[in-house]
């Protein structure tokens, strides 16, 4: 099974900061690379799919980056609505698996 | 609009069995894959299923293989999943995920319905 594993588990951030977020696949999964968010009680939305596409509708301030083993979630300037948990999830080959997830809390 | 809405969740003993069903409205069901996500209260998200659109392929995760099983019914607009011999580690929300279009892929899951929530105790 490929392996995802998020850094950092969660993060303190102030409105306006830059937040980035790195998931890391335990073999390469060229770009099938997705990022979704989760607020509290609530479904996953999807962000970025296929490491650096943005899903319709998703705020451009959301960007992906990386191919084979290393990607990144790029938030350039964290607004009081991005206070979530963030996960990546790989669709290279079944099992598909997602990373324990990265939590954005408020500073 | 896209919608998914989950039922069939509850209580059930060790050893039981539930059927949870996911009605889809607002797109061509029959043209996507579907799947299956599940999140333990507290825990990150976890992959349990996906059937394409004419269900000709079918996948599970390695822990739910032989106790789960994934189907739809086009026709209706629904995706099931059968969950047999159920154990505590199994508590979680269950949530139905519209996967892909394109043949031969399942993921990115875009679009979410708002979970049903299993619980296995005796």
């Known amino acids: 099974d490929i392996q995802m594993t998020q850094s950092p588990s969660s993060l303190s951030a102030s409105v306006g900061d830059r937040v980035t977020i790195t998931c890391r696949a335990s073999?390469?999964?060229?770009?099938?690379l997705n990022w979704y968010q989760q607020r509290p009680g609530k479904a996953p939305n999807l962000l970025i799919y296929?490491?650096?596409s943005l899903q319709s509708g998703v705020p451009s301030r959301f960007s992906g980056s990386g191919s084979g083993t290393d990607f990144t979630l790029t938030i350039s300037s964290l607004q009081p609505e991005d206070f979530a948990t963030y996960s990546c999830q790989q669709s290279y080959r079944t099992p598909l698996t997602f990373g324990g997830g990265t939590k954005v809390e408020i500073k | 609009e896209v919608q998914l809405v989950e039922s069939g969740g509850g209580l059930v003993k060790p050893g039981g069995s539930l059927r949870l069903s996911c009605e889809a409205s607002?797109?061509?069901?029959?043209?996507?894959?579907m799947n299956w996500v599940r999140q333990a209260p507290g825990k990150g998200l976890e992959w349990v299923s996906s059937?394409?659109?004419?269900?000709?392929?079918?996948y599970y995760a390695d822990s739910m293989k032989g106790r789960f099983t994934i189907s739809r019914d086009n026709a209706k607009n629904s995706l099931y999943l059968q969950m047999n011999s159920l154990r505590a580690e199994d508590t979680a929300v269950f949530y139905c995920a519209r996967g892909s279009r394109l043949a031969g892929e399942v993921s990115p899951f875009d679009s979410w319905g708002q979970g049903t929530l299993v619980t296995v105790s005796s």
């Open positions: 296929a490491a650096s």
């Open positions: 073999q390469s999964i060229s770009i099938y």
């Open positions: 607002g797109f061509s069901f029959s043209s996507y894959s």
């Open positions: 059937i394409s659109s004419s269900s000709s392929y079918i």
